[in-house]
């Protein structure tokens, strides 16, 4: 089994900056795909970004944030990173790592199903 703990949320001011890091432990694979997704209250879960895999492949963002957040990995650490810069009252959420084992598409990495591995989440909140 795969184990997912997220870190690094909290309040910031509009126009801040924070590091969200996702661990993984347990069973990991270096093909296992990563990605984070986001809830705010009375909404769906939206994807954020995300890896193909930890070894390489593609990465992806949503329209929203691709000019402001950065997704990153260290495979030693078994670690996901998203720097986000410039955040925005919107983008207050709780922010959840997700991973997938196997090979996945960099459409497919968008479909919050495909993913069975999910940590417990990690608030965000900015302020106006």
């Known amino acids: 089994q795969v184990q997912l703990v997220e870190s690094g949320g909290g309040l910031v001011q509009a126009g801040g900056s924070l590091r969200l890091a996702c661990v993984a432990s347990?069973?990991?694979?270096?093909?296992?795909?990563m990605a984070w997704f986001r809830q705010a209250p009375g909404k769906e879960r939206e994807f954020v970004a995300g890896h193909t895999s930890l070894n390489g492949g593609s990465t992806g963002y949503r329209d929203s944030v691709k000019d402001r957040f950065t997704i990153s990995r260290d495979t030693l650490k078994n670690t996901v990173y998203l720097q986000m810069n410039n955040l925005k009252p919107e983008d207050t959420a709780t922010y959840y790592c997700a991973a997938a084992p196997g090979y996945t598409t960099s459409q497919s990495m968008r479909v919050m199903k495909l993913y069975n591995i999910w940590g417990q989440g990690t608030q965000v909140t900015v302020s106006s």
């Open positions: 347990g069973r990991t694979s270096s093909v296992m795909a």
